[in-house]
């Protein structure tokens, strides 16, 4: 009786083993954060994103956060094709809850700057019309009617103000840039709290249906240059998510199937083709993968020779 070929045992043998997750590396970088969307330059971890970004922006339980020197912010929401970004800080006041809020800040060395947002400063010493900075007025008259209107929410109570009180304590503040530490700073404006409005949501008049919120733009600065956005895009369209290597953060291409290239991503990338311009980058938990299919074909070869 002939016995089965020693080769051809090796080649049951290897494929009935069960073969590693090879998706383990690839939830290292996420698409999604909570329930944002979050690619780059923003990322869910370090490796993920763009180098500049990681530092200040972070997921963290389900939290997209933005850090500065003041405090982390809760992003709400990204607009990647205006650059900006909508953060809610927990001390703000609106028209369900008011308090007194600590100095809001942005970092200088980062890529964020104040987006068009209209601050409502509450609570200020009288009269508003008065508080200059370097001698400019601070306060804009002219939408006075929006400090009437969040007057009208009856948490004013919990400023200090009574129901109604008058709009000479309010300000409506809509700055290019924060102070020379970048920060929003309430005590030298001599006010308690502040509102920032993101959205008037078509409801002018209506201060409970105003969207809360500061908007930041973002630039993506030197690093980011055309080149780099470019690999981006089509890393992206191949279904991956921009990150970069430490220490020389070099782009990386990382992959759903857990593996990195420096291009873009092949699903059903073949080893045995002959394509030497990918440039792929087996992570360590893949490699057996290889190994098995080498020793399949070695095993194959071997079976139709015998
Ligand atoms: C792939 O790249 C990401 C992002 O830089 C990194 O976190 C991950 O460890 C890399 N995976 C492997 C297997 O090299």
């Not at 008259?141 to 948490?155: E, F, G, K, M, N």
């Not at 009180?165 to 409506?172: A, G, K, R």
């Not at 990150?243 to 782009?251: I, T």
Request: aromatic share 12%; glycine share 6%.
């Amino acid at each position: 009786m002939d016995s089965l070929p020693l080769p051809f045992i090796v080649l049951l043998i290897t494929l009935f083993t069960p073969l590693q997750t090879s998706s383990a590396p690839g939830s290292a970088c996420q698409s999604t954060c909570g329930s944002l969307q979050v690619k780059y330059p923003f990322g869910t971890g370090y490796g993920c994103g763009s180098p500049r970004f990681q530092p200040y922006v972070t997921c963290s339980s389900d939290h997209l956060l933005l850090t500065t020197h003041t405090g982390s912010y809760p992003i709400t929401s990204v607009s990647y094709k205006d650059s900006t970004l909508t953060i809610t800080p927990p001390y703000m006041s609106t028209c369900s809850s008011m308090q007194q809020s600590p100095n809001l800040g942005l970092d200088w060395a980062s890529p964020f700057q104040l987006g068009p947002s209209i601050f409502l400063l509450l609570s200020c010493t009288p009269p508003t019309s008065s508080l200059t900075i370097k001698g400019s007025p601070v306060c804009d008259p002219s939408s006075s009617d929006l400090c009437a209107s969040i007057y009208s929410c009856p948490s004013v109570v919990s400023l200090g103000l009574h129901l109604f009180p008058p709009t000479n304590t309010c300000c409506v503040y809509s700055p290019a840039n924060f102070n020379s530490k970048g920060e929003l700073d309430l005590r030298a404006m001599k006010c308690i709290g502040y509102a920032s409005i993101a959205s008037f949501q078509d409801s002018p008049t209506d201060p409970s249906r105003w969207q809360y919120g500061v908007t930041l733009k973002y630039t993506n600065g030197a690093f980011d240059d055309y080149d780099m956005n470019n690999k981006c895009n089509t890393c992206e369209d191949s279904g991956g998510l921009c990150g970069y290597s430490p220490p020389s953060d070099s782009f990386v291409c990382a992959c759903k199937n857990g593996f990195n290239t420096s291009t873009a991503c092949y699903n059903n990338y073949n080893p045995f083709q002959d394509d030497e311009d990918q440039e792929i980058t087996w992570s360590s938990t893949s490699l057996p993968t290889w190994k098995i299919w080498l020793g399949l074909l070695a095993g194959l070869t071997f079976c139709l020779a015998a």
